[in-house]
């Protein structure tokens, strides 16, 4: 479908990259974005292969479907890109993310927090008399509503991984 | 792999380069490349060609490639070496230039410590190049440059760094054997069939057909260049250049309609704003074409054949994107135009030709030059001059431009009837690509005539390479428009802001005559109209290298003039014509 110029209704896109696990490839795809002037909401990258010679980047970008379509033309056309999918627009996906939390409070604050994790199904990975590290996964607007409920109960801080995603059933990039 | 390990890194990369059929490297030694240097200095297959400065090595290189369809080299050393060949390889990468430039790093162990004469090269010319490589590894060494060449050449071409620490090239290293596998770089090439028989049917139905192509064509090939002008005679379809297309299609050829864009012509940009289908081939619809996009061609399908995906849909959305290889796209066409039985609408092509030939009568490119003794010279006069004059002789000639008036002028006015003829530097647009570029072709063309459209401010940018054209005996001819101005800057501060020359005037200009003469080349000067032809004829007559310094007009611009922001229809015409045009909105202001 062509994308239409004045449609400037801007959507996220999950975008998965497999490329050669190679020194410098991060960089490339990094200063693509940075060199272009697209977003970068997310970023992951990991080797996923069993001898570690390719790794997967997953980028939650945004932009008007014209610009996300060039994006997605930009990283194919790159080197060590061995394949581009827009996990958004191929189907259904499932995108989830990993966050640890740090919680300091004493007294209620600190039993409300813990009640809290409890319902989000947060793990307690680290405890002392007055802190609280959780750890939660889930996709980002659960992560967000976590963190958002913490502020009040002493959340002091937090390191999330950005997004792993892949598309539902039995379709492989 | 050989497990043959008696030759060092410099002499495995000289095998490999050989093995890929290098014959000239471009180059600049340094302390980083002392050891492939020696490599050279111990061999005969490969000619090195010792330069002035490490941008110039890689203008020559593209002038050598553009010229031949060759992958064009470079050796320089590290820290500045690379650093002073980063605009040679931007500019390569704007206009897909095929290039392995060979940067010298300090060794494996002492990276990233600050070393004399590092810089962090890859880092660097990374949004400069198609890819780039650091070699860490002797074994590694061999592969990775039949891996650089395949990738310069295969695609969309474009330049290619290889970063060789000093112990890399010092160290044994192992020979591999040209391959042509790559596990994540598969360009396409070939046309998707099915959207082939999608443009045929758009084709067939025009009523206002137009032929938009670029550089792309010279790139795929004279094979390429061939295909187009049969499908553009076979259709009788009116044809129009980008600025790097020139050549690819005879200009000769009542078909032509000239150059299209900011400084194209009448017809040709009024065809692309009417038309009702246009067959954009290997041509990426820059600013420069498009003038402003949401007045670009509204009425029109678009048909776009480029082997880059990335330039389809990119400005303007396209109705039938075929990514593939320029040629094969266009065989593929012919073969389908000619198979299908669809009849064409021959009235209507008729009644566009009509429509296009009462533009043709505007004659947009029309000057006029004061013939009596003494008269001041135009610039287009001047070229047109050079064109018959070179024309009439019959040698092969090789024309390349530096950056501003004079490369429109040019443009507009030396016609090319073969591609590879013409080089200048189109989408970076680098003041002093042309000399050095002259360089690079008349290597590659010993024989050949080869002519520097310059101007005075540009051609100072690597004036310094006059050295080489002496050291090589190139007899390279600088045809020097000059205007004492940086003519185009002015033009727009005319033109855009209120006539205020901000430093734009060539003050203090070396005598042109004098630095020939200092750089064994033979100087000349024409003052005004009478002396042009004699000029001209004693720099083509000249066994050494020229500098024709040519007095023009120093008030002229360049018409017609799409201004930035505005659309094809609201082109500026010159002051020969009546029609002023448009103004130039505050949106447009801030263009480039």
Partial sequence: MMPSPTDTTQRSATISVLVDNESGVLARVIGLFAGRGYNIDSLTVAPVDAGGLHSRINIVTSGTSMVIEQIKAQLDRLVPVHRVADLTMDGPHVARELALVKVIGFGEQRVEALRIADTFRARVVDTTLGSFVFELTGNTDKIDAFIELMRDLGLAEVSRSGIAALARGSSVI | MSADMTQSGAEILLRALKDQGVEVIFGYPGGAVLPIYDALFQQNAIRHILVRHEQAAVHAAEGYARSTGKVGVVLVTSGPGATNAVTGLLDALMDSIPLVCLTGQVPTHLIGNDAFQEADTTGITRPATKHNYLVKRGEDLARVVHEAFYVARSGRPGPVVIDLPKDIVINKAPYAEPAVQHSSYRPRTEPDMGQIAKAIVLMKQAKRPVIYAGGGVINAGPEAAEALTKLARLTGFPITHTLMGLGAFPASDPQFLGMLGMHGTYEANLAMHGCDMMLAIGARFDDRVTGRLNAFSQGSKKIHIDIDGSSINKNVPVDVPIVADAGKALNALLAAWQASDEPTDKPALASWWRQIDEWKGKDSLKFTQDMKRGGIIKPQYAI???????????????????????????????????????????????????????????????DACVVDIAGEASILMNIQEMGTLAQYRLPVKVFILNNQYMGMVRQWQELLHGSRYSETYSSALPDFVKLADSFHATGMRAQSVDQLDDVINAMLDCPTAVIADIAVDQAENCFPMIPSGAAHNEMLLGPEHESSGVGITDAGMALV
Avoid: C
């Fill in chain 2, 384 to 446: 047109q001059r050079l064109f018959e004059i070179t024309r009439a002789r019959g040698k092969d000639t090789f024309i390349t431009t530096e950056v501003g008036q004079h490369q429109m002028w040019a443009a507009q006015h030396f016609h090319f009837d073969k591609p590879n003829r013409w080089m200048t530097s189109g989408g970076l647009g680098t003041m002093g690509y042309g000399l050095p570029a002259a360089m690079g072709v008349q290597i590659a063309h010993p």
